[in-house]
């Protein structure tokens, strides 16, 4: 639910905070106090269309945020991780738009898109009225509200498995059938580089051996004659390093003898010796061991120089040629033996069609049960609000498949089935059902919604629902009755009502007056939180209108089932 509203600097509305509760919200006020601006501040927060016309004279912005509460609600927390904005018990929304028409929108103090706003407005908040923001009036939702009637949760997640199978079969015999010409014009080319590649039997990590190899052969004379001169410098020549330091290891035994602080000196002296010793073996060993070897050296050469030429022509590198000789590899194989593997992927994916045809059929035939009963009980309901002679039908419909012979389908195919559903209504005697997106007024939409929200009120997970103009039109007996629904409904929802009638106004849970108020030669509008008292006076008002009697206020509570 949404549990503050903050505007700022919006049209009339100077600033305006309010803290929403649960169950029935009632927002009243006067004819042009400024209800339909608080409306409005709430639809731009829920991503519609905003201009600079909307920021207050004399600001440089105006700004609307919200705070809803969203623990629990899975498809917010999946659109927020998608999304990588942190979430949380507690989502902000909140949206700014400049006196120059530019506008920035935050979730979690994120900046997102208006699109990602708007995505996250519609997975909380239903408006209804003379506004955008309706899913009734989008055709697309129908279907959603039929299946959540319907409970059809279990048999979309089975044709979910069997479509996403024969998507993906679809997919990859589509691109086989693209890739024929192409392989088939490659063919030779691919066998002529296979051979080029082959001939010259490239292996993982034989550059890098081959060029440490010839490092060495390149270098062979000046190896030898430098190991040969260390060898000397160590071990042979007059004032070998080994021998002086003999000397050195002897003379620190002697002082040992007479100061035993030489001690350490001396094992070090002798580890010293001991060092120089073996590395002049390593040195002598190796000098014996240096071959001259031209036959090697050229052969090392032309090894390399034949890798180079493939890594010019194939790659870039001896990994990117072996690359590209698996991948042409695996291109020969598969134009070799392409009829074989097409007719596999083929029978496939019509066994998939088969499988995903008879998951949609289970749920086509399962919506057409469900429409029935829905149609039945908006019917009712409609009638309960006023709507005595209105027709309601869920016609549902299926697009055939072009050549669906050899797919495997019948009806063209769609995320949730091969369904098209749409809401059909006929409000008065004598007229034939037609779009409820397209003959419908704004008042008969929300009376729709209710009843509807009314049926799907335990399986409907949409949190906020806000009715405007929802009483348009009724009044008596009617009105109670709609003002019965959005009780029940709110048991279930958060439910905020725009209303001038007190038969739904004295319901309310919380209530709220829109008003106008004059400071410094400026008009504001504000919305207040009314006491139990002052609820009944505004209740009284609505009743009698201005002039409010001690009658009035009696009749107000009695209506408000309030004892004295």
Known sequence: MITSLSIRNYALIDALAADLTGGLVIVTGETGAGKSIVIGALGLLLGERASADVVRSGSDRAVVEGVFAVAGNRKIARLLKENEIEGGDDLIVRREVSARG?????????????????????????????????SLLRTETHIDMLDEFGGLDALLEDFAASYARYRDLDARLR???????????????????????????????????????????????????????????????????????????????????????????AQEGSGAVAVVSELAKF????????????????????????????????????????????????????AENFESVL?????????????????????????????????RAVVAELAKLGIQHGRFATRITQEPEPGG?????????????????????????????????RVASGGEVSRVMLALKTILAKSDRLPVLVFD????????????????????????????????????????????????????????????????????????????GAEVTSTGRESARELMGLQR
């Open 469 to 544: 103009e929802v009483d348009t039109g009724v009044s008596g007996r009617i009105a109670q009755a709609v003002g019965k629904s959005l009780k029940a409904l709110s048991s279930f929802h958060q439910v905020v009502a725009i209303t001038h009638l007190p038969q739904i106004a004295g319901l309310a849970d919380t209530h709220f007056v829109v008003e106008k108020s004059e400071s410094g030669g400026r008009t504001s509008t504000g919305m207040r939180l009314l006491s139990l008292e002052e609820r009944v006076e505004e209740v009284a008002k609505l009743m009698s």
């Open 343 to 375: 007719r596999t992927l083929a029978a496939d994916r019509g066994a998939a069609g088969r499988d995903c045809t008879l998951a949609a059929q289970r749920l086509s035939t399962k919506r057409h049960e469900t429409a029935r009963r829905l149609d």
């Open 175 to 265: 691109e086989l059938g693209a890739r024929e010409e192409q392989l088939r014009e490659k063919l030779e080319l691919y066998r002529f580089q296979m051979q080029e590649i082959d001939a010259v039997g490239p292996r993982e990590g034989e550059e890098e051996s081959l060029e440490a190899e010839l490092k060495i052969l390149e270098n062979a004379e000046r190896l030898y004659e430098e190991t040969g001169r260390l060898y000397e410098l160590l071990y042979e020549g007059e004032q070998a390093v080994h021998d002086q330091l003999v000397l050195v290891r002897n003379m620190l035994q002697d002082l040992a003898g007479i100061d035993p602080a030489f001690r350490d000196a």
């Open 102 to 134: 530019q506008s920035r929108c935050f979730l979690n103090d994120s900046p997102v898109t208006l699109a990602l706003l708007k995505q996250a407005g519609q997975l909380l908040v239903d408006l209804h009225g003379q506004h955008e923001h309706q």
């Open 283 to 334: 040195v002598q060993r190796y000098n014996a061991g240096v071959e001259f070897n031209p036959e090697r050296l050229e052969e090392v050469r032309t090894r390399l120089g034949r890798l180079s030429l493939l890594k010019r022509k194939h790659g870039g590198s001896l990994e990117g040629v072996l690359a590209h000789r698996a991948r042409i590899g695996e291109e020969l194989a598969l």
């Open 405 to 437: 012979e050899g797919t495997g389908l019948r009806f063209r195919l769609n995320e949730r089935g091969y369904d098209a559903v749409e809401f059909h209504i006929s409000t008065n005697l004598g007229e034939e059902e037609k779009p409820l997106a």
